[in-house]
Nanobody, 122 residues
Framework: VQLQASGGGLVQAGASLRLSCAVS????????MGWFRQAPGKEREFLAG????????YYRDSVKGRFTISRDNTKNTVYLQMNSLKPEDTAVYYC????????????????WGQGTLVTVSS
């Protein structure tokens, strides 16, 4: 299983970005997908997940209503649409996958992309 995240960049506050995560390998291994981020000096945190019982997405409170996770199985790609970006959203964003949902915690995701940097200027 390989995950390849892309789509990061430098944007101004209030802008939008869409991150992509190309997934290769058995689809059963990544039945549940999540997006995480790690800001400088902080621990990596869960943002959004899709799969298992979370058929329409499950979100961290701080991004609920601004971020949307989706999956296009025809393209083997998972997306994170990010709107109304804030400077505090600046971080390296990671996609991750797991065969089955246990908890929305990085410890329970086996497969990881390399990360893509999002910088939001004020």
């Amino acid at each position: 299983v390989q995950l390849q995240a892309s789509g990061g960049g430098l944007v101004q506050a209030g802008a939008s970005l869409r991150l992509s995560c190309a997934v290769s390998g058995p689809t059963s291994s990544t039945a549940v997908m999540g997006w995480f981020r790690q800001a400088p000096g902080k621990e990596r945190e869960f943002l959004a997940g899709l799969g298992g019982i979370a058929r329409t997405g499950y979100y961290r409170d701080s991004v609920k209503g601004r971020f949307t996770i989706s999956r296009d199985n025809t393209k083997n790609t998972v997306y994170l649409q990010m709107n109304s970006l804030k400077p505090e959203d600046t971080a390296v964003y990671y996609c991750a996958g797991t065969p089955r949902l246990r908890y929305w915690d990085q410890k329970y995701f086996e497969y990881w992309g390399q990360g893509t940097l999002v910088t939001v200027s004020s």
